[in-house]
């Protein structure tokens, strides 16, 4: 199975800071990578699919790349309606798997 | 307006079975691939099934033979079969409705239900 490593898995951040969430795939997976946003007691809210591609509705200031092994979402100024736990997610081969999640928490 | 709605969710014993159901409205089942994901609580994500619009199935380690992802065009409506049911399988379990790009899978998920519980304990 491919594992999916997000580091931090913790990061306290103020509104307007930029945010970065690393993603390692333990083995290559082109772009099958996405990522999602959850807020608690909430469903999970997709925000980039095929590693890059920002979903409809989504804020530009969410942004995603990579490619291989290594992905980054970035968050360039954090809203207060950023703070969340982020997940990404490989689609390369089955069994699919999630990262750990990564809490943006408030500074 | 594309909804999904789950239920099923109940306390269970060790060994039991229990059947989650996914209401579609919105769109077709059958023409799109699915999956359920579980939220253990206080945990993450974790990936359990997918079924896709031509009927291929495919699962997680952890509930290959115990678990059936199956779908009832006529009703339009995805379940997932849990048989052999473990303490480890309690969880939230989400449906969610594939993502195409320009008709093409992305193997990402863009539409969720709300969840519904599961809870196996004596």
């Known amino acids: 199975d491919i594992q999916m490593t997000q580091s931090p898995s913790s990061v306290s951040a103020s509104v307007g800071d930029r945010v970065t969430i690393a993603c390692r795939a333990s083995q290559g997976i082109g772009n099958w990578l996405a990522w999602y946003q959850q807020k608690p007691g909430k469903a999970p809210k997709l925000l980039i699919s095929?590693?890059?591609n920002l979903q409809s509705g989504v804020p530009s200031r969410f942004s995603g790349s990579g490619s291989g092994t290594d992905f980054t979402l970035t968050i360039s100024s954090l809203q207060p309606e950023d703070f969340a736990t982020y997940y990404c997610q490989q689609a390369n081969s089955f069994p699919w798997t999630f990262g750990q999640g990564t809490k943006v928490e408030i500074k | 307006e594309v909804q999904l709605v789950e239920t099923g969710g109940a306390l269970i014993q060790p060994g039991g079975s229990l059947r989650l159901a996914c209401a579609v409205s919105g769109f077709t089942v059958g023409a799109n691939y699915m999956t359920w994901v579980r939220q253990a609580p206080g945990k993450g994500l974790e990936w359990v099934s997918l079924?896709?619009?031509?009927?291929?199935?495919f699962y997680a380690g952890s509930v290959r033979g115990r678990f059936t992802i199956l779908r009832d065009d006529p009703k339009n409506t995805l379940y997932l079969q849990m048989n052999s049911l473990r303490p480890e399988d309690t969880a939230i379990y989400y449906c969610?409705?594939?993502?195409?790009?320009?008709?093409?899978?992305?193997?990402?998920?863009?539409?969720w239900g709300q969840g519904t519980m599961v809870t196996v304990s004596s």
């Open positions: 095929a590693s890059s």
């Open positions: 079924i896709y619009s031509q009927g291929t199935t």
């Open positions: 969610a409705k594939g993502f195409y790009y320009d008709r093409s899978p992305e193997g990402a998920f863009h539409v």
